[in-house]
């Protein structure tokens, strides 16, 4: 989207968003940050964060880098630590991290797939918030990313759709939890053509196919997941908490 054309819906606000160095949430931490928001960028490599700090720095986005595998306790202390004495508050926090290790039927997946599959879709997911409550601002809001695969598993994506579909009732419960003090929604993309993706949708009949599924002929692209998520993310949608946003050019999902 034009520069111009986006508004400036997190002025004074600051967001952190986990696993942002390249793709959806490159793009999430792009969008909050040009809408005027202070933004945290993390992922597990050194480089990859430099790189993105300065493709968002060369755009004029307060930004600060921070290594941190969601997986490790001590990382995600200092992300949250960090954050807190730089900008002293936080009032958004995407929860974008994910793995996909086996590509198995779940019954045929390996316990250590099984293990990673929990800890980094969901698990983390909850410690990071654990350790971010105590400075989540009054108005707060927590987007996790789950994925059009939580609604109907595909196979080859099984167990991680099951991870995703634990996201939907967890977005629930925290709204309950977290409820009047901060909101908790998710974005559920559909298939996007990134690093993470790339073994599905660089195979040409299978992009093919995949867009065939969507309503609108095409495959999502990071800007898309980026603006529901600022959406559900910022004051404009103060009266929403424990909702899901499919954004999948129509691809079904639920009624
Ligand atoms: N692409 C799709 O079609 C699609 C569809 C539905 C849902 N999603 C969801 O969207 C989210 C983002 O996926 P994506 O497609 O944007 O992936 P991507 O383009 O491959 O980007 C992944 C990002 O996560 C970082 N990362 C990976 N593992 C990490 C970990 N354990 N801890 C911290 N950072 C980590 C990577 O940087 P480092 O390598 O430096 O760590 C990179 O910045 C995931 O939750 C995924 O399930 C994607």
Not at 83 to 104: F, L, R, W
Not at 218 to 224: A, N, S
Request: charged fraction near 20%; charge should be positive; aromatic fraction near 4%.
């Amino acid at each position: 989207m034009e520069k111009s054309k986006i508004g400036r819906r997190f002025e004074g606000k600051v967001a952190i968003v986990t696993a942002s160095t390249q793709g959806i949430g490159f793009a999430i931490a792009q969008r909050i940050g040009l809408e005027g928001g202070s933004v945290v960028i993390s992922s597990r490599r050194q480089r990859n964060v430099d790189e993105a700090l300065k493709k968002l720095k060369a755009q004029g986005i307060e930004v600060l880098g921070l290594v941190c595998h969601v997986s490790n306790a001590q990382q995600r202390k200092n992300l949250i630590d960090q954050t807190v004495q730089k900008y002293g508050k936080i009032d958004v926090i995407v929860s974008n991290a994910a793995a996909n290790p086996s590509i198995d039927a779940i019954l045929k997946t390996q316990e250590a797939a099984l293990d990673k599959l929990w800890e980094i879709n969901v698990k983390t997911s909850i410690l990071l918030l654990k350790d971010a409550s105590p400075h989540l601002r009054e108005g707060s809001s927590i987007v996790f990313i789950s994925s059009i695969s939580a609604f109907q598993p595909p196979a080859g994506l099984a167990m991680y759709g099951v991870t995703k579909t634990a996201l939907l009732g967890l977005t629930k419960a925290l709204a309950n939890e977290m409820a009047p003090h901060t909101r908790v929604n998710c974005v559920a993309p559909g298939f996007v053509p990134t690093h993470f993706a790339e073994y599905i949708t660089s195979n040409e009949a299978m992009r093919k196919s995949l867009e065939e599924q969507t309503l609108l002929k095409r495959l999502g692209t990071t800007e898309d997941m980026a603006a529901a998520t600022a959406f559900l993310a910022s004051d404009d949608a103060s009266y929403i908490t424990g909702e899901t946003i499919v954004v999948a050019g129509g691809m079904p999902s639920r009624l």
